[in-house]
């Protein structure tokens, strides 16, 4: 994806209703760049999700990567954290 540069990435959120998959939403890092490689891995549970960005710059360098939480409110997803590593480098 684009939305916030070349490679910045982003995740699609599907849910399943009755007996089919529909579309909810698209997520992206509220501080995304380009190569920042965000959605490169999900987690989900529930109501909330994790989801990383391998090569984010953050306070621990170039490319030291970073993980954002969202949690879901009805359909709404919001933006609840990122988290980085205390002891992180490029």
Known sequence: ???NGEKSGASHI???GND????EAKL???????????????AIYENSV????????SENGSWSGSAHVFVRNGDIWS????????DGGS
């Open 1 to 3: 994806d684009r939305t």
């Open 14 to 16: 599907f849910v399943r």
């Open 20 to 23: 089919s998959w529909s579309y």
């Open 28 to 42: 992206v890092s509220p501080e995304g760049d380009a190569n920042d490689y965000f959605g490169d891995s999900v």
């Open 50 to 57: 994790i989801i990383g960005a391998s090569r984010e710059d």
């Open 79 to 86: 933006p609840q954290a990122k988290l980085v590593a205390s």
